[in-house]
């Protein structure tokens, strides 16, 4: 088999780049390792920013988006029980952002793949990538029993934190950046109308919380919990009843609940790996970079990697400019870093680390701070409705 890029991963990083390269004319395949299905049952991130509306827009996939999601102009941050509203319209210059499930995304990402023909392979056992720094590229796996290899011009490493494109570069050519925190998420969907009309992000003493949704009939709720800590030891009733703790009364008042249709733990992290090429490998989205998912970033950030490259690829396709290719991953990484800068500065500002009374004053003095000053609530909704995406310097 060939092709002229091989996608490896149909998450929403893989889905949305096979996209664009097939608008633009250039020929992909994706290697997945799980059924469509699974892909689809995995429950994660709610909110996208403007970029990303639009990419998928471009792909051909953004019109169920534009009917069935919901724009927010604004998110709550609550502590000292109070709550201080930030309007990210008013302070980005008029933008906003999309409440609409990272589900629905891959769902309408794998409907459009479908309806153009293009070819993606699930359930595909034993993906390898080799020969990248090669002009031959190739990827072997097996399918059915049977062993299949597929030769390409480039390969997009689109397959996650776990996933095996990272993996294959050599030690000494890849430079890793981590941070993890000491503590993870604790996540429950549930058939309830959402507390709110926008999301809720409480700092408390008893650890952190955020109140968010999918639906007017969905909610997502999170708390803080410990690493050590399973499924099986949060009861729904003990979970509303911490997540009731930890935000303000009023908001504690109103709180529907109703049985979970969904719990799970993600523990925190923050990576990067640098570079993000390899001769004709590029890593993409979570393959290449974590970050907690406090800032709301990880989905957004695949979306501008993904940009980036189907960019530098039409460019080497289209406008024979294959030089263009080496700005992939200092173009990615400039924003990356900010991106990691904001949703670690989210987490530090929001969660629990420690009993330190000193820690927890400095808490509170800076979220005062950055509440109390248009400069501060600036810096706060320019990064959350998510920085400009860089272009590629053409000129030269
Ligand atoms: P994905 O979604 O992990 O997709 C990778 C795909 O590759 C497949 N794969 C393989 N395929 C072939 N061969 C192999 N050897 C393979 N190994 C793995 C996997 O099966 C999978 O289908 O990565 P991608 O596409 O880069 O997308 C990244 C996003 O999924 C991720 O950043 C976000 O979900 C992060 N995130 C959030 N991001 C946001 O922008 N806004 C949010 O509100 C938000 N909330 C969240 C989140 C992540 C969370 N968890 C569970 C980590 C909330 C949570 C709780
Ligand atoms: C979610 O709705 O799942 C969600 C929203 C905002 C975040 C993280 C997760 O920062």
């Known amino acids: 088999m060939r092709t002229q890029v091989a996608i490896i991963g149909a998450g929403p990083a893989g889905l949305l780049l096979g996209q664009l390269l097939h608008k633009a004319g250039i020929d992909n395949i994706i290697i997945e390792n799980k059924s469509a299905d699974y892909v689809l049952s995995r429950i994660r991130a709610g909110v996208l920013e403007q970029g990303m509306m639009d990419l998928l827009r471009k792909a051909g996939a953004g019109a169920r988006m534009d009917r069935e999601g919901h724009l927010h102009e604004g998110i709550w941050l609550s502590f000292l029980g109070r709550r201080e509203r930030i309007d990210l319209k008013q302070h980005s210059g ?58 390409c011009d480039y390969i997009a490493g689109c397959d996650g934190f776990h996933g095996i494109t990272r993996q294959s570069v050599p030690a000494d050519a890849i430079k890793i950046f981590e941070r993890v925190y000491p503590f993870g998420w604790l996540g429950v969907l549930s058939r309830t109308p959402p507390v709110a009309d926008e999301l809720i992000y409480a700092n408390h003493e008893r650890g952190f919380a955020l109140c968010s949704m999918r639906t007017p009939m969905l909610s997502r709720y999170y708390v803080q919990c410990a690493l050590e800590d399973t499924v099986d030891a949060w009861s729904d009733q003990r979970f509303w009843d911490e ?102 500065w989210m987490t530090a500002a929001l969660h629990k680390f420690s009993d330190d009374p000193f820690a927890r004053r400095i808490q509170e003095a800076e979220l005062n701070y950055y509440t109390g000053s248009v400069a501060g609530r600036t810096t706060i909704a320019e990064n959350y409705v998510g920085l400009p995406y860089e272009t590629v310097d053409t000129a030269g």
Request: charged share 25%.
């Open 243 to 344: 997540l009731k703790r930890r935000v303000p009364e009023d908001v504690a008042d109103s709180l529907v609940t109703g049985p979970s249709i969904e719990k799970s733990i993600a523990p925190l992290r923050s990576f990067v790996a640098e570079p993000m090429k390899y001769g004709r490998l590029f890593l993409v989205g979570d393959a290449a970079h974590i970050v907690p998912p406090t800032g709301a970033k990880g989905l957004n950030l695949a979306a501008s990697d993904v940009n980036t490259l189907s960019e530098v690829l039409r460019a080497a396709y289209l406008d024979k400019r294959p030089e263009l290719l080496e700005q992939y991953s200092a173009i990615c990484l400039r924003r990356i870093w900010k991106a990691e800068r904001f949703s670690w």
């Open 94 to 151: 008029g933008k906003s952002v999309m409440v609409y499930g990272q589900t629905e995304v891959t769902h309408d990402l794998m409907d459009a793949r479908m309806a153009a023909g293009a070819q993606s392979v699930y359930e595909a056992q034993d993906v390898a990538v080799h020969d990248f720094y090669t002009e031959q590229p190739r990827v072997t796996y097996s399918k059915d029993g049977r062993e299949v290899e597929l030769q």
